[in-house]
């Protein structure tokens, strides 16, 4: 991985493997149910069974994290870099209503009732909230598909494969962009993911690095940055809010910047 472009394949490898290495451990909210479930075990990847409380799915597949940085993946190499179309039709494809993530339970848009979770976790993959607002904008024809209110952790995902494509690229950070409002339309997810573009490309391009938080921060502090988004001063602020807490273990620091 000492070229770029070893770098570039490295992230895309270690994006979608590590994805289906911590699937069937994936949204276990309680701590202490997972403490108990792995006990001193060191190497909790790929664990058999499942403990997925949402879904089940085998061991070693995609989550649904990971299918949407497959479906991107492939799209930017079939059609040479981004098609937004041909992306939109590859996303519907894949997760729509004739493939395997269509599932009655799962089907509601967030229904919470004790009846629906008494079915979980449901046999098969788990469709995100953002890809089901994105199923019905685009089946009903809509210019922008993506949901207004969804600002779920699927935008970095989507991410890395646009990264590994354009990075170093002057439009990296606007395809990148474009890519997540496919599926996301708030802005404030937008700019979680324009930061984590920023940090993957900055290690892409440079390999390892102890200042990348305050590159990153100095990027986006700069008034003529690319792609300068409203929320961006927001963003400075958190970033410097982990580099205080570098001493800080990572649950605590997940606690501490947790916003709800």
């Known amino acids: 991985m000492c070229s770029v472009e070893g770098r570039r394949t490295a992230a895309v490898l270690g994006a979608v493997v590590a994805d289906a290495a911590a699937q069937p451990l994936h949204w276990i909210y309680d701590k202490n149910k997972l403490d108990n479930l792995i006990g001193e075990t060191e190497d909790i990847t790929f664990w058999e069974p499942s403990a997925n409380p949402f879904y089940c799915i085998p061991t070693g597949r995609q989550s649904g994290y990971g299918d949407q940085a497959y479906v991107i993946l492939k799209s930017l190499v ?3 870099g981004l098609d937004i179309q041909s992306l939109k039709n590859a996303t ?6 004739e493939s395997d993530y269509e599932h009655v339970v799962n089907a509601a848009y967030k229904d919470k009732s004790d009846a629906v979770k ?7 993959p788990w469709r995100h909230f953002s890809i089901k ?5 685009h089946k009903a024809g809509k210019e922008e598909t993506g949901s207004p209110t969804d600002e779920q952790i699927d935008c970095v995902l989507r991410i ?4 590994a494509m ?4 002057p439009k990296m950070l606007n395809i990148a962009e474009e ?5 996301q339309e708030s802005d404030f997810t937008v700019v979680v993911a324009l930061c984590a573009a920023r940090i993957l490309e900055h290690f892409i391009l440079n390999g390892p690095s102890e200042g990348v938080l305050e590159a990153v921060i100095k990027q986006m502090d700069d008034p003529n940055r690319a792609n300068p988004q409203e929320l961006d001063r927001a963003m400075i602020g958190k970033l410097r809010e982990v580099l205080q807490g570098k001493q800080t273990s990572h649950s605590d620091m997940a ?3 947790r916003i709800d």
């Open 78 to 80: 079939e059609n040479k």
């Open 92 to 97: 519907y494809t894949f997760f729509g209503p």
């Open 118 to 124: 008494k079915t979980f976790p449901i046999k098969g």
């Open 133 to 137: 607002e994105f199923l019905a904008n």
């Open 160 to 163: 890395v494969p646009v990264v």
């Open 166 to 169: 354009y990075a170093g690229h």
């Open 179 to 183: 890519v997540v409002r496919i599926t």
């Open 255 to 257: 606690k501490q910047l």
